[in-house]
């Protein structure tokens, strides 16, 4: 496992998040990527889910129910990686 997690929330990036995490991943130190996308109505959520398998244990999603802001999403992160020992 990597002691490494970016979080990246989102909400309407569909135009960014493949090239952001294609970016991210293919650094050379290993990091790990937390998706926190705030419901986004133009699919950024389904583009994330179709790159899952290819980053399996790399790429994770969390969706939320909608547009709940930055702070939280961050929060919500922080939350979530530390439940995972990151």
């Not at 990246?8 to 960014?16: A, G, M, R």
């Not at 889910?49 to 922080?78: N, Q, V």
Request: proline share 5%.
């Amino acid at each position: 496992m990597s002691d490494s997690l970016v979080i990246i929330p989102t909400y309407k990036e569909k135009e960014n998040i493949e090239k952001i995490i294609l970016k991210i991943l293919s650094l050379p130190k290993d990091f790990h990527l937390l998706i926190v996308d705030d419901n986004s109505p133009d699919g950024t959520g389904d583009i994330v889910k179709s790159l899952i398998p290819k980053y399996d244990g790399r790429l994770f999603l969390e969706s939320r129910s909608g547009k709940l802001g930055l702070g939280t999403a961050y929060i919500y992160g922080f939350k979530w990686a530390l439940a995972r020992n990151y």
